[in-house]
């Protein structure tokens, strides 16, 4: 992605409605549930107050002392630890609640359809949107050159983290952990934003050194890799949905937007909206790059240690059957033709026989149902075994 700025900032703008376009339906905006801001722009809106916090936190050197204070703030009921530096304490009392619009009978509804949906779940979220991230460039070159960039076994710990906290039955309730999760994933983002800048090594390679990274618009794109992907994905794949699960998906993504920063005005309120934002601001942005390509083959070689049940030639195949030739080939995902039939045959039939719509149990229904099994091992283990790193505000970029 060259040249994000105007042609995306229009983009952008015209799928949330706020630049007139002929072609583009006003996307979310007449169903507003905040404040209308036209003329906003979310690729210039970041996350000030914290933004603010969060510097002068780096600047006194007081983030170890933040990260040991929040270490035991878990449960979204468990009090803000209190004496945080830089007024941090009373900003997280502030934000660390649902917002007015949240419907909690729609977040257990969600939190429903997660469990009920899981094994499609585990593999679109871990095998799609995972390795999609690597492919969207503001992202990759963000996540590579932070100090997090450096271990990406324990960052994908960290992310594994908010997924489950998010998918959880209760993640919205006091005693889950969602929104917990979230606020420090929000003060983590706050912390980038100020450090990246400082990196001579993401400075080289960003597209734009001088705008600041994780905009609410870089926020939103990297939202439809994960919600409106898998949302795409369940329906191309004729997974049984009501209406109503449906909605109740998308609240749950809706409020983690919020949590994160993105102001209501830019949240999608629709799926069509959401789908038609990401064709403008997603789809146009994938492209490789070299940071990218090697996140992506840390990512896939994390599995290498543990046994997931099939060969790597079959996970490269999963990938490119979910996301595309296209982006196999730029990640160089060596082709196992074999595996591909396999895949391109075996999974809509494993789909159809785990929803009941086939009789007879398909071909490699065991090995899919393998596959999916030590994936979910891997992301239930990773999370709530009692070592699993905590997320934490990093200090620094990664060195080089
Ligand atoms: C950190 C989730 C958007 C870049 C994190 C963490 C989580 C997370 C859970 C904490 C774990 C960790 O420290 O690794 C999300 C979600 C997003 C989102 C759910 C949107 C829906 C973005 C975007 C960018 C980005 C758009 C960049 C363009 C980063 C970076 C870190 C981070 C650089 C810090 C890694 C480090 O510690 O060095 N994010 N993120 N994130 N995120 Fe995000």
Known sequence: MSNLSRRNVLSLGVALGLVSAASAAPAWASAAAGPAAPGADPWWVWDDEVDRIMAAVLEAGQVPSVNTAI?????????????????????????????????????????????????????????????????????????????????????????FTFGYDLSDHNGFEPAGQFVVTANKTRLVHAAVRHLLPRSPHWIAVADEPNRIPISNGDILVTFHSLGTFVHKKLREWRVPMSAQDEAAFLHSWQVAMHLLGVREEFIPRTW???????EQVLTPVLAPTREGRELAEDLLGLTAQVDLGVTRGFLNEFVRYVLSDAIGDWLGLRRDHAAAALVRTGWPAYVAFREGLLPVMPVGFYLFDQLIRALAMLFLNKVTSPTTTPITIPTGNRPG
């Open 71 to 159: 270490r035991s703030w878990v449960n979204n009921g468990d009090p803000v630890p209190g004496g945080l530096p830089g007024g941090l304490s009373t900003y997280l009392q502030k934000v660390s609640r649902l917002p007015s619009w949240a419907d909690l009978a729609k977040l257990r509804l969600a939190a429903d359809f997660n469990r009920r949906k899981d094994t499609y779940l585990f593999m679109l979220y871990g095998l799609g949107s995972g390795i999609m991230s690597t492919v969207i460039p503001r992202e990759a070159k963000s996540v590579y050159w932070s100090a997090g960039g450096a271990d990406m076994q324990d960052r994908a710990a960290k992310t």
């Open 272 to 278: 069509a909206a959401a789908h038609a934002q990401s």
